[in-house]
């Protein structure tokens, strides 16, 4: 399957009854960049949430930002029941129960232990399970937003695909004919150049210049690998392949180019010479499309 590197995904939740929200962002990269928009008081989470974007999204410059309200991390803290026992235990025993009972409660909190400044990593313990759940959720919308682009970057390329192979397979059909039509020519210009000497065009003459004009310009092996890389482009874009197909498709787009040139630089032919330049212009747009696919 084709997929864009171009997506967007929410998902939106609830921890203690604070609203959460993970949005995920990728755009065009020729690698894997993620970089995290998170609270400062929950940058500890910051390493699980980029592998599990590792996870789900291959390629591609993602932008993940979590959104909390501000204070939720710095919930209230924990009283420490203990401690707080501890102090009213020593108190009763100084003060006796019944002056115990009149010391102000608010004053006891103050006391060094009975506060205990915990309650951001309690709630964060809380939090880390359901952030991780909706940063796999967004990364999914990602991938069924850039599935859905990848659809219509997959139809272009398969056009393009169809161009390589009907011009490829005039190129092979017109070889021969090319070879004829120079000896056609050669024929014609010995014949005029002789004639004024009065001699004729001898056949083992022709037919040396002819097998030398063919060795220079046969293309079949070019033309036997181009027909292979698109065979190859062709199992890229079937919608059963189910893997990643950006670097292939580049690399694919480079060996395409190197046989169209080679095919180029050997034809003397208009013909295939036009050929060439519908064949060139598909490869361009192959490796265009090459840099938006994951």
């Known amino acids: ?54 996870r789900r999204l291959v390629r591609g410059s993602v932008l993940v930002t979590l959104r909390i309200v501000a204070s939720a991390a710095r919930r209230s ?13 020593q108190l009763t025993q100084m003060l006796g129960s019944e002056e115990a009972r009149k010391v102000d409660r608010g004053q006891l909190l103050a ?15 809380h939090l880390r399970p359901t952030v991780l759940r909706l940063v796999d959720e967004a990364c999914q919308r990602v991938l069924e937003s850039r599935a859905r682009e990848g659809e219509t970057i997959r139809t272009h390329l398969s056009e393009c695909a169809k161009t390589l192979r009907a011009r490829t397979m005039s190129i ?28 004729s065009v001898e056949p083992s003459d022709l037919l040396r210049e002819v097998a030398i004009f063919a060795e220079r310009s046969d293309i079949a092996e070019e033309v036997v690998r181009l027909i292979g890389h698109i065979d190859q482009l062709e199992r890229l874009l079937d919608p059963a392949n189910r893997e ?14 190197r046989e169209a040139n080679t095919i180029a630089s050997k034809s003397a032919d208009v ?13 361009d747009r192959i490796k265009e499309q090459a840099q938006n696919v994951e």
């Open 111 to 125: 006391l060094p232990g009975v506060v205990v400044e915990d309650g951001g990593e309690v709630f964060l313990e």
């Open 244 to 257: 990643p197909v950006g670097r292939p498709l580049d690399f694919l787009g480079q060996e395409l180019l």
């Open 77 to 89: 803290a924990r009283i420490d029941g203990e401690v707080l026992n501890g102090y009213i235990a």
């Open 172 to 199: 092979q059909a017109r070889a021969p004919q090319v070879v004829e039509a120079y000896q056609t020519r050669l024929r014609q210009r010995m014949d005029a150049m002789l004639k004024e000497v009065g001699k």
């Open 1 to 54: 399957m084709i997929r864009s590197m171009t997506g967007f995904g929410v998902a939106c939740g609830e921890v203690d009854g604070v609203p959460v929200e993970v949005e995920v962002r990728s755009v065009n990269n020729r690698h894997f960049k993620c970089t995290l928009r998170v609270p400062e008081e929950l940058s500890a989470l910051e390493g699980e949430i980029e592998v599990a974007c590792t």
């Open 271 to 283: 013909e295939t010479a036009q050929q060439v330049v519908d064949i060139k212009t598909a490869i």
